[in-house]
Every structure is written in C-alpha cells, then in structure tokens.
C-alpha cells in the first residue's frame, strides 16, 4: 500500500476513534459545568428545545487532531522527513489558532449568559491578523504561491504582492463561512466531511501524503462528531469547531497552492456567509424588509417547513457537486 493511502488511514481511523471517546468523556463535563447553547429569540422558534444543549465540542477533535500530528510529525522527524511537511504543520498550527479565537468567543458567551461572543469587529481583527500570520510564514518558507491558476483553463496569473492581501481576505471569508454554515445539527460536519473526501481524491491521484493527513483529519474528525452532532444533537461544535475546521479547509487549498480552487470547493460555505450578508444589507435598504425568511440560508429552508435531516442530505449533495466541479477545473 502506498504511503499516503497508509497516512490517510491511519489519520482518519486515529482521529475518528480519539474524537469519538473524548466527546464521551467531554459531553458529561460541559454539561456538569452548565456550558450549554443559548438560542435567541429572533430564531426558529423550535431551536427552543435545543437550549441547553453543550457547546464547545470543538475541543473533541482539535485534541484528537494535536495528538495524532504529534504522532505523525515525530515519526517523519525521526526519519528525517519532517521539513517535507512544513505546509502540513504551517496550515495546522494556522486551524488551531482559529480555533482558539472560536474558544475564546464561546467562553465570552458562556460569560455573558447569551448568544453574543466576541463582537464582530474583534473576531475578524483576529481573523485577519491569523491569516496575515499565516501567509507571511507560507510565504517566507517557500510555500506560498503567487502564480495563480485560472479555474478551468490551462492559463496562471501572477499576483505579485498583490496575491498576500487577496489571500488574506479570502481565508478570512471561507473561516467565517464555516461559522456560519454551523447553525443546525450535523451540517457543517457533514457539509466538511465531503470537503475532506475531495482533498482525499487529490491526496491519491498525486501521491501527496501531507494532504492525505489533512483529508484524513478533516473526515476522521467530521465522522466521529457526527456521531454526538447528528439531528438530535448531543453536543454543538461551537465556534471552536467551526472555525478550527474552516482554517483547515482553506489553509489546506494554499497548501495544495490551488487557492482559487478551494474557493469552489468552499462554495457551501461562501454561499451561507452571502446569504446572511445579503440580508443585512437589503434589510437597511429597503428599511425593514428581508430577502431570505431568515438568514443564514439554512433556516430558510428550515422556515419554508424543510426538516433538519433533509437540509443537511441536500447541503452535502449540493457540496459534492462543487466538488465535482472543482475537481474538473483543476
């Protein structure tokens, strides 16, 4: 069996099984210290039932993800292989951080008693300043690309330096997207999860075994929450979650140095970031009206008498099939 194949089962499996015992021991925890889900009023009404429900559990797959990189990266360092996957460890270490800032927001909620963090200005600062961090150290490693490949085209175009903040703003907004896409039980995991199958697809077809890791981080982490997360949820991934696993999504594309195709592959994300922008904005135009029964667009759907199971079922189809796309456009 090929090296990668090896690496992305042995992550997946690794991580799967460490995330699903520490929810188990997790889940007990939050709840013994009352850190549950407060659900605003403006939201659907039968979110009321959630309440309560333990927030954070984001903090599951993170340490399962830690502990098996560790594993991984000592092995190659003890082999003399660990500058091979400097991308790898750059784009954890950028997931993590993010990671931390969603800790940091749930905590502030948990301190407030309501469903209010970090305020928006503060979260994107540190968003911005992470994925300022992490293009400079991508960059002065050799491993960030200014020569950008047009989606479905034989043709690449040079940024220049004007590629860093283009950069910036792009994985700042893919983060957020994520966050967003974390709104009803097992969405953004299995929205993610499909996600991780995609950079799996590449990791085989070009014998990449730091991306085999990723993938294997990104489905073994997906699956195992998925058995706590799915509708009726156990526990909810929280800002730490969402934003651990939007960093690795797209650090992961500027680790295959494919940024405009991480884009498409994020489409599930940028679409519910967009919709809930749209509804802001048209709402002050147009002095109180809504373009979306509510925003973002999940509980549209949710609104419109869709339940929670077949939002997820059509969401991570339709993100298999920007997948498909992307995968074509490289």
């Known amino acids: 069996m090929e090296p990668h194949a090896i690496a992305f089962l042995a992550v997946t499996l690794s991580v799967f099984a460490l995330t699903v015992v520490f929810l188990r021991i997790l889940i007990p925890i939050l709840r013994s210290h009352k850190v549950g889900q407060k659900i605003l009023d403006i939201g659907p009404r039968w979110h009321k039932s959630k309440e309560g429900t333990p927030i954070m559990g984001g903090l599951a797959f993170i340490l399962a993800t830690l502990l098996v990189a560790a594993v991984f990266f000592v092995v190659k360092g003890l082999r003399g292989e660990a500058q091979n996957y400097l991308p790898l460890s750059i784009t954890l270490a950028f997931a993590v951080a993010n990671g931390a800032i969603g800790f940091a927001d749930d905590y502030c909620k948990l301190i407030k008693k309501q469903n209010e963090g970090l305020t928006e200005l503060q979260k994107l600062f540190l968003q911005l300043f992470l994925a300022g961090a992490y293009?400079?150290?991508?960059?002065?490693?050799g491993n960030f690309p200014t020569l950008w490949k047009i989606p479905f085209t034989d043709f690449a175009m040079e940024l220049g330096w004007f590629a860093y903040p283009v950069a910036i703003i792009l994985l700042a907004g893919?983060?957020?997207g994520a966050n967003f896409t974390d709104g009803i039980d097992g969405l953004a995991s299995s929205v993610t999860c499909v996600i991780g199958g995609f950079f799996a697809v590449f990791a085989f077809v070009?014998?990449?075994?730091g991306m085999a890791v990723l993938a294997g981080i990104l489905?073994?982490?997906t699956l195992g929450f998925l058995i706590y997360n799915f509708h009726p949820a156990k526990v909810f991934m929280g800002d730490t979650g969402s934003l651990f696993l939007g960093g690795l999504v797209m650090g992961g594309a500027f680790a295959m140095k494919a940024p405009l195709i991480g884009l498409i592959v994020s489409a599930v994300y940028i679409v519910e970031m967009l919709?809930?922008?749209?509804?802001?904005v048209y709402f002050k135009l147009s002095h109180g009206k809504r373009l979306f029964r509510m925003a973002p667009i999940h509980h549209h759907f949710e609104k419109c008498g869709w339940k929670e199971n077949k939002i997820v079922a059509v969401f991570s189809v339709v993100e298999l099939l920007f997948c498909i796309i992307a995968w074509l456009a490289m």
């Open 275 to 280: 919709s809930s922008l749209l509804q802001r």
């Open 206 to 209: 070009f014998y990449n075994e």
């Open 135 to 141: 293009v400079c150290v991508m960059a002065y490693t």
């Open 219 to 221: 489905v073994g982490a």
């Open 174 to 176: 893919v983060i957020n």
